[in-house]
């Protein structure tokens, strides 16, 4: 199962503004306009599979709304100008128009179609551009420019159709969408996480309900998660930082099995709502970042954006990670700003009842407090045209090279790759010397023409990564010791300034990591001698095993994916010995998908001959960009192995700006005083 569904259809441009209205008057038609328009330009749309569109049902929109609110919103059609303006009037910051309701229902349908076609397998993952936008409209109200809540129905749809008992709903619009939050605050079955600017309640639609502390209700509670943003001006780091320190980690916990996206981008640099800092590259890794869960199944519906060219190229961003292509290079990911900082780890606390991943925090009660600092006053002013003046760099294109992996595998193991993937022919002359210069530098030990034959092909792989001939490659070696130094050393002076191997083993990996051009993460289970930490060099150690599901995916989502895209290395080598056991596969699978995000997707993949072929199968369908296989809903951590973790995130977290925590006092807060 792959491809990815592009749900469009122009009739959802055909309403507008018929009267003045600053605050409306940012809605335009012009946003779905140039967001398909841009769609096509790349070359994107093109590659995506489409399906006609239809309106939905009255019975599909009393899913998430009341008769009587369908009923007025039905007759919007046949009211003159000025009854439309007073029918507008009853709702909060939005506008009707004789067309609405029509598009309204197509926007509905649309999302529909999205989930539909990807429950039923026809695509993994796909987007529907959309408008009206949907996750400000409640039961018995349009808000927000929202009139039928196209996410929540569409929710709603895909439990009762499907019978799923755990949808995930992303978010990352800049506003709250507390119409969701209504919609589901007492159901278990829908885990809601939102980000916004909120601004300590100053900010639309400034309601208390929008602040960390709002949970959930009843059977609910834990399942409505609200991360506010309390200052303007957020980076690519501070999303980044929520992600890894709050989604992910109780997006992995929940296994989800249907994931929706309330994909607004006036949370992008240059909207004149969101007024924040991100750029539109970042929705290539948050959408990457949410691609292995659900066994990949990802409905991204559009809902604000109003900057037209930073809407337009988060659009593309997002759609071109749907289709699998590279990870876009992100610019200087570090630390996140203190206000982020305080609002995480406030997330955090107050979801400690509800989540085991954040059980192991200790924190005193959280008082709400406006920080004087906070208050900059004066950015509400500002006027559309000062956000419209920010210049920021146009995205690069993210081309795939032609073969998305090269594998070298005894005969035996053919059958494990999946379809598409390369076999290494001839290997040319050039990198048959260069495989001797290697051995003659960094493993003279290695006198066998087996293994100069194997070091031949590892050259002759990371050449044609370098080349951009193949993206990623898999190679099974004699000793991935020997081969993991070889490789290393020719990746770095041949072509990347930076390397991060991650290992899963015990034994001491014998690298040079002095020069901080390598960085290598060693997840064990045996304590490790010498030199636990230093800047290049960090050992995930889990005194009671690797079996612990959720202290391992803990310690990938919390501290090792920050490290990697904090290093942001050229290349990712990741090498498994031999005695790993089949348990270790879906993990292992789960963590070489997410890697992808780094190095724009470039692994070398080094397994140990004889490890399980599940181990060889399961890497070349990650590596190939399948979805890494669900592992089940998450226990409760280990005590032991989660103290070890972060007894390491506090040797690390003075170099790695992404492991920080502040906010509360409490033994791990970072800023706490001596
Ligand atoms: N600064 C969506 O993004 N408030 N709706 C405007 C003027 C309305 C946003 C206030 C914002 C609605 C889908
Ligand atoms: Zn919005």
């Avoid at 809902?303 to 876009?328: K, R």
């Amino acid at each position: 199962m792959s491809g990815s569904a592009l749900i469009y259809d122009k009739e959802m441009t055909r309403y507008k503004l018929l009267w003045t209205d600053p605050v409306c008057e940012i809605e335009t038609p012009e946003r779905l306009m140039v967001s398909y328009e841009a769609l096509k330009s790349k070359g994107l749309e093109q590659r995506c599979e489409s399906f006609p569109i239809r309106e939905a049902t009255e019975e599909e929109i009393l899913l998430a709304h009341s008769k009587e609110y369908l009923e007025a919103v039905k007759q919007t059609p046949h009211l003159s100008l000025e009854e439309l303006r007073t029918f507008t009037q009853q709702y909060s910051d939005v506008y009707f128009h004789p067309n609405i309701y029509h598009c309204a229902k197509m926007a509905v349908g649309a999302t529909i179609q999205l989930v539909d076609n990807v429950m039923t397998g026809k695509v993994r993952n796909g987007m529907a551009l959309v408008r009206p936008p949907g996750h400000h409209s409640q039961r018995n109200a349009a808000n927000g420019f929202c009139v039928f809540n196209n996410v929540a129905i569409a929710a709603v749809h895909a439990k009762n159709h499907y019978n799923l008992s755990r949808i995930l709903i992303v978010d990352w619009d800049i506003h709250h969408g507390q119409g969701v939050q209504y919609c589901f605050e007492e159901d278990p079955s829908v885990l809601y996480f939102s980000w916004h600017r909120y601004e300590h309640r100053s900010f639309w639609p400034y309601l208390a309900e929008s602040d960390f502390d709002g949970v959930g209700k009843g059977k609910g509670a834990g399942f409505n998660i609200n991360l506010p943003w309390n200052k303007v001006g957020m980076t690519n780091s501070d999303y980044l930082y929520a992600f890894f320190q709050v989604l992910l980690p109780v997006a992995y916990e929940f296994d989800p099995e249907l994931v929706l996206i309330c994909a607004g981008f006036d949370s992008a640099i240059g909207d004149p709502e969101g007024h924040m800092c991100a750029s539109p590259e970042i929705f290539g890794h948050l959408t990457h970042l949410l691609m292995s869960l659900a066994k990949g199944r990802l409905c991204v519906v559009l809902e604000g954006g109003y900057n037209m060219s930073s809407l337009a190229q988060s659009v593309c961003q997002t759609v071109q990670t749907l289709l699998g292509d590279p990870t876009p290079v992100l610019a200087s990911v570090g630390s996140p700003c203190h206000s982020a900082l305080e609002s995480v780890q406030n997330v955090r606390a107050v979801h400690q009842n509800y989540w085991n991943c954040f059980k192991h925090i200790v924190s005193e009660p959280i008082t709400k407090c406006c920080r004087m600092e906070d208050r900059d006053g004066d950015e509400n002013n500002e006027t559309k045209d000062q956000t419209e003046d920010i210049v920021w760099p146009e995205p690069l294109l993210r081309p795939a090279p032609p073969v998305r992996m090269a594998a070298v595998v005894s005969t035996e193991l053919k059958d494990c790759l999946p379809e598409g993937c390369q076999q290494l022919g001839e290997i040319s002359q050039m990198y048959i010397e260069e495989a001797k210069k290697i051995r003659n530098n960094h493993a003279q030990g290695m006198t066998d023409e087996k293994s100069l034959q194997c070091l031949q092909n590892v050259v002759s792989v990371l050449e044609k990564i370098k080349n951009k001939e193949v993206r990623n490659g898999l190679v099974l070696v004699p000793d991935v010791f020997v081969f993991v130094s070889c490789a290393v050393q020719h990746t770095l002076s041949s072509y990347c300034d930076r390397v991060l191997v991650v290992y899963v083993g015990d034994d001491t990996v014998p690298l040079d990591t002095q020069d901080g051009r390598v960085l290598l993460v060693q997840i064990c289970s045996k304590e490790p001698e010498g030199e636990k930490c230093v800047r290049s060099l960090s050992f995930l150690h889990f005194p009671q095993g690797l079996h612990d599901r959720a202290s391992v995916m803990q310690a990938v989502l919390c501290l090792l994916l920050p490290m990697a895209y904090e290093f942001d290395p050229g290349l990712v080598v990741q090498v498994l010995g031999k005695c790993n056991s089949k348990q270790e596969v879906p993990i292992w699978a789960q963590l070489t998908s997410l890697l992808q995000g780094l190095a724009q997707g470039k692994t070398l993949a080094l397994l140990q001959r004889g490890c399980d072929p599940e181990m060889v199968n399961a890497t070349g369908a990650s590596l190939s960009g399948s979805p890494g296989p669900s592992l089940g809903p998450l226990g409760t951590p280990l005590a032991e192995n989660m103290e070890a973790l972060e007894a390491q995130r506090q040797r690390l977290k003075s170099q790695w700006g992404l492991l920080l925590k502040t906010g509360v006092s409490s033994i791990f807060n970072d800023f706490a005083k001596p």
